[in-house]
């Protein structure tokens, strides 16, 4: 076959950033610390439900819409930290992972050119599912170094062909985390323009500075909010694929039109230790974020030590940097040359922008990750100081 199979308008996807830079690593035995997974496992009583449910037999399809007693766990967390309330049957919707949830939604609500405004720099994944869809994304960029939302620009973005807002916070790769007024006039815009907002808030738990405010809690939102989580950052098993999505019925329901015929269902053995972890008192969820926070500080000191342009982010497990102190602008070359330089993988930041220049000369460093290896890589990143 002489041509590309693959339809024009995926022909630039290509394959992600992530595969590249972990082989990269693999490769050249470099410590990772591009890809954001932790280097240890969660809680052990949580893999312990996840036997138990194997030994028991629970190895079939899971419902469509979830074990019960995981939709139940995501309502009790929802309205614990939250004190949103919602119905298990008809608000709560299992997807294998957040990823999952994400494409979903921009299968089930965009149609062939409508806008979907995004944060930029945003996960590669969310430009991928708005292309699927056939949608057009608009990007509301986040500049450095402190990220913060353009209002301005975001109002000045709606069309008559805008249809969603795709948000992230805490926000991937920046860190940041949208405060209280940025929230009020990203809701102000779609009920102005009757728009759905797509949230993903995978990170909630990993706050640092500032404090995570569901959207969906704001005045007349939660009816048109659909808040996407899962559990692989907050319980380190980024592995299993849990995630869900909450918010009014009719929006659960349009993404379990196009669930139901991508996986289905997913992770059955996994979902009721999954629900478990939801229902862990609040010590686990703080020891989570205060041994983030030291590992933030220890490698964000250590970029800083080194000559990078630290942004040091408000929540996540990443961290940008600038690395043109260091004599470098082009965040591309420099990741696919520091594996060689230091023995170390981070990634460019330019991969999440359509404003490409942008993003060049950033790059995103992972920091969930135990405290000897990121002192092994701040070490190794020495080398770079001139």
Request: aromatic share 8%; proline share 6%; glycine share 8%.
């Amino acid at each position: 076959m002489t041509r590309n199979p693959l339809v024009p308008r995926l022909q630039g996807l290509g394959a992600t950033i992530f595969a590249e830079m972990s082989a990269l690593a693999l490769a050249t035995d470099s410590i990772n610390l591009g890809q954001g997974f932790p280097d240890v496992d969660g809680p052990d009583e949580i893999k312990q439900r996840a036997v138990d449910a194997i030994w028991a037999g629970r190895n079939q399809y899971a419902p469509g819409p979830g074990t019960p007693e995981l939709r139940s766990a995501v309502v009790h967390h929802q309205q614990h930290w939250y004190g949103i309330e919602l119905d298990p049957d008809d608000e709560v919707f299992v997807t294998a992972g957040a990823t999952e949830a994400v494409t979903a939604a921009m299968l089930a609500l965009v149609d062939t050119g409508d806008e979907v405004l995004a944060l930029e720099p945003y996960y590669d994944s969310y430009a991928a599912a708005i292309t699927m869809a056939g949608g057009v994304r608009v990007p509301v960029t986040l500049r450095a170094p402190d990220f913060r939302l353009d209002v301005d620009r975001l109002r000045t973005a709606v069309t008559p062909r805008t249809k969603v807002i795709l948000l992230n916070s805490p926000h991937n790769p920046t860190g940041a985390v949208l405060r209280h007024d940025e929230l009020q006039a990203i809701a102000d815009v779609a009920i102005e323009h009757d728009l759905v907002v797509v949230t993903d808030e995978v990170y909630e738990h990993l706050v640092y500075d500032g404090q995570h405010i569901p959207i969906s809690t704001l005045p007349g939102m939660f009816e048109r909010t659909l808040t996407i989580s899962s559990a692989g950052k907050t319980f380190g098993l980024t592995g299993w694929k849990v995630g869900w999505a909450t918010g009014p019925a009719e929006l659960v329901d349009a993404i379990r039109t196009t669930k139901q015929f991508m996986t289905y269902t997913n992770a059955a053995p996994m979902q009721p230790a999954i629900a478990h972890g939801l229902m862990m008192d609040d010590p686990y969820f703080n020891t989570l974020r205060s041994d983030l926070r030291r590992k933030r500080d220890l490698l964000c000191k250590g970029l800083a030590d080194v000559g990078f342009d630290v942004f040091v982010p408000a929540g996540t497990y990443f961290a940008s940097a600038d690395i043109r102190p260091l004599g470098y602008d082009d965040g591309f070359a420099f990741c696919r040359e520091l594996p060689k330089l230091a023995g170390v993988v981070a990634i460019p930041h330019a991969v999440f922008y359509d404003h490409v220049e942008i993003g060049r000369p950033l790059v995103r460093f992972a920091f969930c990750k135990r405290d000897e290896v990121l002192a092994e890589a701040v070490d190794r990143l020495r080398k770079l100081a001139h």
